[in-house]
């Protein structure tokens, strides 16, 4: 059965989850405001949504963990910090520790941002998050589950994407990128050149013409490096309606509709997971898939899990199949599923790759369970993304619409057909 058949006069009805959601959303904006991870409004805005999800949901329950706010971004300044001293240690000569710094520069970014592991959170001090997560239990023996999910934290603004957007980010990025590259290439040239560790300074006569030029080159990254000390704005978190509470309550008022209108599967099982920590690193999709091992990976229950992040422009929505800037692979079967289901309600979401960042689906298949994501977002990106723009006033009605469509249509689907 898909989900237009499940009432009478779906689509009329729907729209009243749709208000749901949009009044949800504006809720939590005025009350409690930009919620970076571990916040007191963070905390607040978690416990609207558990009393909410406690009163559509056979169980609701909030979990709590620790982590970071800050190190995940963090890599940016230091990374910075690092490629300037390594400049300086160039034109001295000191070529063995600035190649050093470089490497060290480089492992910071696989390790925080391509592969999203945890390395700079032991430098800096951990607050207390947690994940809200509601279930409505299957009639009969739990055979299938499904999890939608949202994530409740707001990120801190960038900078840059606010007063420059996409040039000045790729700007600063392609700039990392060549200071990185240029601080080994060059320094394992002055250490070829010099027969050891240590070299000439550049600016002597000893220093040879190529690596005056290198240094050259070295020293015009150095402005744009100067900018990315204030890549993130710690002193300004944004409200992140669409970033991430349109996929928070997209995914309640998609388990809120089964509720209001009777519907329980006999073998299916449905849940919803607002996430903290998303911004910080997706701390808390993989503190949940921890905490919640045996219950995952239950013999006898297939799970999948689907994200739903900002959904706000339609003509850009887009199911990922490989998540975390290429690097994880979600699962074909669920990108399938939600594709279909997509196009079953009539929104165009081809299957593709992200471009820079991450979903709570590559912290759930790094895992092991099956998972794929849901967005709406011109990936240019968005000029409200991580910015003061992302507030109530950003929303799109339509794509909201569209979006616990989407939910509702995956949800029946899986029910019927599995993956």
């Not at 903290?276 to 503190?287: D, I, N, P, T, V």
């Not at 994501?373 to 109530?392: E, G, N, S, W």
Request: charged residues 20%; glycine residues 8%; neutral net charge.
């Amino acid at each position: 059965m898909k989900s237009n058949e499940s009432i009478p006069n779906f689509d009329i009805k729907v729209r009243e989850y749709t208000n749901y959601a949009l009044k949800s959303i504006k809720n939590v904006c005025k009350n409690f405001g930009p919620r970076p991870v571990g916040s007191d409004a963070e905390k607040n805005a978690q416990e609207y949504m558990l009393k909410d999800l406690e009163k559509f949901s056979d169980e609701a329950t909030r979990q709590e963990y620790k982590c970071s706010d800050k190190a995940f971004m963090s890599w940016v300044p230091i990374g910075a910090a690092l490629l300037i001293l390594n400049v300086i240690l160039f034109t001295f000569g000191l070529h063995a520790i600035a190649l050093g710094l470089s490497v060290l520069t480089l492992f910071f970014v696989l390790a925080e941002f391509i592969f999203y592991k945890p390395v700079l959170d032991v430098f800096f001090p951990k607050k207390t998050s947690g994940n809200v997560y509601g279930v409505r239990k299957a009639s009969g023996e739990t055979k299938k589950r499904i999890i939608l999910s949202g994530h409740t934290d707001s990120a801190f603004e960038w900078t840059y994407t606010y007063k420059g957007g996409r040039p000045v980010v790729v700007l600063i990025i392609v700039t990392a990128v060549v200071a990185i590259l240029l601080g080994i290439g060059a320094n394992i040239f002055g250490m070829v050149r010099s027969g050891g560790a240590f070299g000439s300074i550049v600016w002597t006569g000893a220093g040879g013409l190529v690596a005056k030029i290198l240094a050259v080159v070295m020293y015009i990254t150095v402005p744009v490096l100067v900018m990315a000390f204030k890549f993130s704005n710690y002193k300004l978190p944004v409200t992140g309606a669409n970033d991430d509470l349109s996929g928070v309550f997209v995914s309640c008022a998609a388990l809120k509709f089964l509720s209001d209108n009777d519907i329980r599967f006999e073998n299916t099982e449905v849940a919803v997971l607002c996430a903290g920590g998303e911004e910080a690193g997706l701390r808390g999709s993989k503190a949940f898939a921890k905490a919640n091992k045996d219950m995952l990976n239950q013999d006898g229950v297939e799970t999948i899990f689907v994200s739903f992040d900002t959904i706000c422009e339609l003509e850009f929505a887009k199911i990922y199949e490989k998540d975390m800037t290429g690097m994880v692979k979600n699962d074909r079967r669920v990108a399938e599923l939600l594709h279909t289901a997509a196009k079953n309600v009539g929104v165009d979401a081809p299957i593709g790759t992200i471009e820079l960042g991450s979903t709570d689906a590559a912290a759930m298949s790094q895992a092991g369970i099956p998972a794929s994501a849901f967005t709406a977002m011109d990936p240019t990106p968005a000029k409200y993304y991580h910015t003061r723009l992302d507030d109530v006033s950003a929303l799109c009605p339509q794509a909201i619409d569209a979006g616990v469509k989407v939910a509702l249509e995956t949800i029946f689907l899986y029910d019927e057909k599995g993956i």
